[in-house]
């Protein structure tokens, strides 16, 4: 899994502004999300996660705020702005593309292979 890791690596930003898009969240939440969505496969690490927050933030995709909890820890919660938004369609759009190419590519070596 250490290729696939490394592939899915290189998107942490996008997964982060993908679930974002979808609602304001916390690093915990997020990444108990990334867990599910991948059964348990790819988890990022927390030194990760804050970093990709920090160039989001830095870079006006995201802000943060402090969540107004009663019970529990006080949670810093993000919220995906529009540079974030317009950033996270360009990603999808950009890595359909190379996903296009990248098939393509696979596909031509394996008829190459099987031909010989």
Known sequence: MSITSDI???????????????KDSYGYEINKSIQE???NQYELKEATLYSAFRRLEQASM????????TTGARRRYY????LGRAAL????????????LI??????EEVIANNY
């Open 79 to 82: 919220s995906i702005t529009k």
């Open 62 to 69: 995201i802000i943060s705020y402090w969540g107004d909890e």
């Open 37 to 39: 969505k991948t059964n």
């Open 8 to 22: 899915i690596r290189g998107h942490t930003e996008t997964i982060i502004l993908a679930h974002l898009a979808k």
């Open 89 to 100: 369609e360009q990603n999808k759009a950009d890595w359909k593309e190379a996903k296009e």
């Open 103 to 108: 098939d393509t590519l696979i596909h031509d």
